[in-house]
């Protein structure tokens, strides 16, 4: 899984008037969870989520709090309503023997037999929530639509990675090929 990297100052005032003016200075307030004793609260610079939100990759952070370092993902981050500037970000720490649930991007490949003969490809879920230790985390799950004839999908329950558990529902559909205008027309046509 990709790394990046946060530098990030301790929050020593934890009242609204501090975190008020964290946001004035174009800082974002923030949480660490799970590093077993009190949660870490920090604030890192505006500019340095840049790569790390508005992509739709999912990394490692490695983050690096007045010169402490921790191992952790970005668990939740809540945008202002009307300007869509970060207000808070949660992280939480991770551990090399302790399994961490997080949303993986879907990756397609391939190029579908129903699609070359006019079907419509669609896809359904574009995230999937998996659990598994952060080495075996992958950057993508690559779902490989060739074989997909007109009617046909991939299902959460048709996918395996090695050390990799998804929890979303197995019967949900990934992606699919479903019937055009064009398709139905064309084999009118022929009868």
């Known amino acids: 899984m990709k790394t990046f990297e946060i530098q990030a100052a301790l929050r020593p005032d934890l009242t ?24 870490v609260h920090f604030s890192a610079p505006l500019s340095a989520f840049k ?13 690096i709090v007045d010169g402490k370092e921790h191992q952790c993902i970005l668990q939740d981050i809540q945008f202002h309503p009307v300007t869509d500037i970060i ?8 551990s090399n023997d302790r399994p961490v649930t997080i949303h993986i991007p879907v990756r397609i490949t391939g190029a579908s ?27 993508s799950v690559a779902v490989d639509i060739t074989p997909l004839k007109i009617g046909d999908d991939v299902r959460v329950r048709d996918l395996s990675l090695e050390g990799v558990t998804f929890l979303d ?11 055009t205008r064009n398709v139905v027309a064309a084999a009118e046509t022929k009868k």
């Open 113 to 139: 037999e129903g699609v070359k003969q006019g079907g419509k490809l669609v896809t359904k879920v574009r995230k999937l929530k998996v659990k598994a230790l952060p080495a075996k985390l992958p950057d």
């Open 16 to 39: 609204k008037q501090s975190v008020k003016a964290i946001r004035n200075g174009e800082g974002v307030p923030c949480v660490l969870y799970g590093t077993g004793s009190d949660p």
């Open 87 to 94: 207000q808070h970000a949660d992280f939480l720490a991770v």
């Open 169 to 179: 529902s197995p019967s949900n559909v990934i992606v699919g090929v479903r019937t």
């Open 51 to 63: 790569g790390l939100v508005y992509t739709p990759d999912v990394y490692m952070v490695k983050l």
